[in-house]
Structures are given as C-alpha cells and as structure tokens.
C-alpha cells in the first residue's frame, strides 16, 4: 500500500525553527517528485514546496522562499522540509504529497495524514 | 503566479442534485488543472487531473471539463459522502496554486 507519514510537528515560537519530515512506503520514492502542501486553520489549500526525484530541482512559494528548505533522502524514502524563521502566518496543517506519474503535470495523487505546525509565544 | 477563482465559494444542494462548480485561471493554462475532494479532517483526494480524466478509483458521477482559462467539475448525482469542500490546482506551472475552495453542504 502506497502510503505517506508526515512527522516533527508541533508548537514553536516565533522566529524558531522546525524540521517536518515525511515517510513514503509503497512505492519506489526516487522516481516521483514529492511537494509539500499547508493548510492554515479554517482556510484554503496553499502549495509550500516541491522537490524532484532526484533532489537536484527545488521549487517554493513566494511566502516560504528564503526561509524554508525542501530535501529528500532516497536511501531512506523520507521527505524532510526544514523551516526557519518562523512565523505566526505559517501555522497550519502541512501535508506531503506525491505527484504522480505524470511528472509535474497531473496532479498529486498521493497524501500524507498532516502534521500540525503551530507558531505561538 | 497565477491566481486560480472558483464559483461559487459554498453551495447547497440535495442527494441525487446535478452539481457543477467552476475555476477560472487568471492566464491561460491549458489543460493543467487538477480537482480535489476535501472531508473535514482528512486530507485532500485527488479526483480530476488534466481536467477531464478521472484517478483511479474515483466514482463516475464525477466529471470534468474545460481548457485554457475556464473549467468545471461537475457531479452528476450527489451521494451523501460528497458533502465536502471542493479545490482546483493549477499544474501549469511548478508554482502551483490552488482555488479558495467550494464547500458543498446538505439542503
């Protein structure tokens, strides 16, 4: 079974740091380019990042870029994405996923369970 | 970045409804667009990519068109488990954007 297991969450304080990762089973993690995707309280679905399969291809959103950094680990079929400076407007659910076959075109058919992020002093 | 609309932002309807939602792309995009089906608590699902071919394991009742700038998801007849918040994503470019969402609630 093709599954995703996002980790590391949890309450952080402003201008801290947190490293999310993300376990991927089921299928082979280095062909497929893998994104992460957040979702703030009571709000909408926002893209954060997405990585190729190989890692050498990094994107990132506007809000995120220069603060946050996407990485992967074939050996070890894990998705991580290291987040400093951290803000109050960074608190949400964050979610991997995995995009499919397609390559970056067609969708992400995959998703982790989420794990929540919270930036509070 | 392109902004991604979608009509209405919350929708009513009954069991058995013909349904449509629709997205429109601020820049034209093709056919890159992609729909998601969200349950309160649970993650996204996949049900449309490329705007009109089904994922696997989705139910037929569901449906999409359009290209270029404007696009619709369409259900054909409402079952109690589609009661959900509805997402479009653009896949145009690698900065890809979402929809605000349309929640679709029982009548």
């Known amino acids: 079974e093709v599954q995703l297991l996002e980790s590391g969450g949890g309450l952080v304080q402003p201008g801290g740091s947190l490293r999310l990762s993300c376990a991927a089973s089921g299928f082979t993690f280095s062909n497929y380019i893998m994104s992460w995707v957040r979702q703030a309280p009571g709000k909408g679905l926002e893209w954060v990042s997405s990585i190729s399969g190989s890692g050498g291809t990094t994107y990132y959103a506007d809000s995120v870029k220069g603060r946050f950094t996407v990485s992967r680990d074939n050996s070890k079929n894990t998705l991580s994405l290291q987040m400093n400076s951290l803000r109050a407007d960074d608190t949400a659910v964050y979610y991997c996923?995995?995009?499919?076959?397609?390559?970056?075109?067609?969708?992400?058919?995959?998703w982790g369970q989420g794990t929540t992020v919270t930036v509070s002093s | 970045d392109i902004h991604m609309t979608q009509s209405p932002s919350s929708l009513s309807a009954s069991v058995g409804d013909r349904v449509t939602i629709t997205c429109r792309a601020s820049q034209r995009i093709s056919d890159y667009l992609n729909w998601y089906q969200q349950r309160p608590g649970k993650a996204p699902k996949l049900l449309i990519y490329a705007a009109s071919s089904l994922q696997s394991g989705v139910p037929s009742r569901f449906s999409g068109s359009g290209s270029g700038t404007d696009f619709t998801l369409t259900i054909s007849s409402l079952q109690p488990e589609d009661f959900a918040t509805y997402y479009c994503q653009q896949s145009y470019t690698t900065s890809y954007t979402f929809g605000q969402g349309t929640r679709l609630e029982i009548k």
């Open positions: 996923a995995k995009l499919s076959s397609g390559g970056w075109y067609f969708g992400l058919d995959v």
